[in-house]
């Protein structure tokens, strides 16, 4: 029902739609790498699915502002009817990744949600998944930077208290 300001008039619009499954989909909406440490090397495999009864070809690009920190090999291929095809994603997050893909970042937590896409030429809508990731720094401090044991002797064992804390 619709309804103007100024009048009393209100229009009645019924819409019926029917909706069909694309035939290229990703087998996970959110590829999820957990926590990865800045500068540390993560690899998932990001799974692409036909449904239809001909091939698709299917190309993955990164968002510009995360195309130094993601990389896919092959990043095209022809999906094949009713078979998976297994694109490898390459995700090396540094520091800088932040202030690059900061209007992806969830605020409160060091994390992204950064939405990919899969570009099917002959399908008429893209397909859409979320590559999230919380960031953190691999940083760990001991409250005393040398621990001295005295004298050890081979048959005996000695232990000390140590402290230490995490700065992520």
Known sequence: ILQFDG???TIKITIVATSIKLPIYVAEPV???RCCVYGKLYRKKVVIKNRGKISFKAHVKPPPELADFVEFNPDMGFIQPNVDFEMQMKFRPTEDIMKSCGKYAIPG???LAVPMLVTVPEQALPVYYTLFARLTTGRV???Q???NFGDCYVT???RKAIKMK???
């Open 156 to 158: 005996q064992s000695y």
């Open 7 to 9: 009048t009393d008039e």
């Open 145 to 147: 930077p040398v621990i």
């Open 166 to 168: 995490n700065e992520s």
């Open 109 to 111: 937590l060091q994390a």
């Open 141 to 143: 401090t001991f409250e």
């Open 31 to 33: 590829v999820d790498l």
